[in-house]
């Protein structure tokens, strides 16, 4: 792949390369990632190399991971969590509500108890769902 990517930078020189007198014509835009695109590009076609750069945020922090869908926020909710929180808390708040919804702590009344089992399945669809989520992405 590494071929490629020399390739393909040699050629973009061979076509965007300067030519004393010209200059090469450099859209416009107001947009930030857009320009730092183009600072990219020029600094690779003028050395050869792409240095890695941090990963930031539009407010300029540092990102810190892969941004949590939103269709995800609603299993937070669920396991009364703030949307965001780290696997680790997801285990430690499942654990917690888990065990006072579960179904065999209301054995003696039969409203209570289909009550806590279906509380239970919500709980646990909404663990599963988180829990999917971060181990595909190995957070």
Do not use: C
């Not at 430690?92 to 289909?114: F, Q, T, V, W």
């Amino acid at each position: 792949m590494d071929q490629f990517f020399d390739k393909l930078g040699d050629w973009l020189k061979s076509i965007l390369s300067e030519e004393e007198g010209k200059t090469r014509h450099r859209p416009q835009s107001h947009d930030a990632d857009y320009q730092d695109a183009w600072n990219e590009l020029d600094d690779f076609l003028k050395t050869g190399k792409s240095e890695p750069k941090p990963d930031f945020n539009r407010d300029g922090t540092q990102n810190r991971g892969p941004v949590i869908p939103e269709d995800l926020r609603v299993h937070y909710k669920t396991l009364n969590l703030r949307f965001g929180a780290s696997l680790e808390e997801v285990k430690k708040a499942y654990k917690k509500i888990i065990s006072l919804y579960h179904p065999d702590k209301h054995a003696g009344n039969a409203e209570a108890r289909k009550i806590a089992t279906e509380k239970t399945q919500e709980l646990n669809s909404a663990y599963a769902k988180l829990e999917a989520w971060f181990e595909a992405r190995k957070i």
